[in-house]
C-alpha cells in the first residue's frame, strides 16, 4: 500500500477557516485554559456568563459585556479544573460535575479539541495558544 503524505499547509487552511466561522456562546459559561508547566498539568478556568439579547457574553453580576479582545473584564473564576492529560480534564470538567455547567454539544466538542492541543502542547513542549 502506498504511504500518502499529508498536506499539513492545506489542513492548517482549513483549521483557521473553520476558527472563522460565527459561534454561538453557552449560557453556561466558558473556559480559559493554560498549561502549568512546572505541575505539569493543563489547567481550565470555568467562568460564568449569560447571553445578552444581542447574543454577547455579559457578566450576570454586572450585565458587563465579556469582550474577546479590547478591554479585559476582571472576573473570578467559578472552578479551576486540573489535570494531567486531556482525556482527565474532560471527566473532570464535563462529566463529573452535577449538573454540567457545558449546556451546548458543540462548546463540549470545542473543549474536547482545546484540552488535546494543551496536552500535546504540554507534552511537547511547545507554545499552547486557545483558539
Known amino acids: 500500500m502506498p504511504i500518502t503524505t499529508i498536506n499539513t499547509e492545506h489542513l492548517k487552511a482549513l483549521d483557521d477557516e473553520l476558527s472563522q466561522r460565527p459561534i454561538a456562546l453557552d449560557p453556561g459559561g466558558y473556559y480559559v485554559i493554560y498549561l502549568d508547566r512546572e505541575a505539569s498539568l493543563i489547567c481550565a478556568k470555568h467562568y460564568t456568563n449569560t447571553i445578552n439579547d444581542r447574543g454577547l457574553a455579559v457578566d450576570p453580576d454586572t450585565g458587563e459585556v465579556i469582550a474577546c479582545g479590547g478591554k479585559k473584564v476582571e472576573r473570578v473564576a467559578e472552578t479551576l479544573y486540573t ?21 451546548m454539544l458543540d462548546h463540549a466538542a470545542y473543549l474536547g479539541r482545546e484540552f488535546t492541543k494543551a496536552e500535546y502542547a504540554l507534552v511537547n513542549g511547545t507554545e499552547y495558544i486557545q483558539d
Not at 489535570?83 to 449546556?103: F, G, H, M, S, W
Open 83 to 103: 489535570a494531567r492529560t486531556a482525556k482527565e480534564l474532560c471527566v473532570e470538567a464535563i462529566e463529573k460535575p452535577n449538573p454540567c455547567p457545558i449546556t
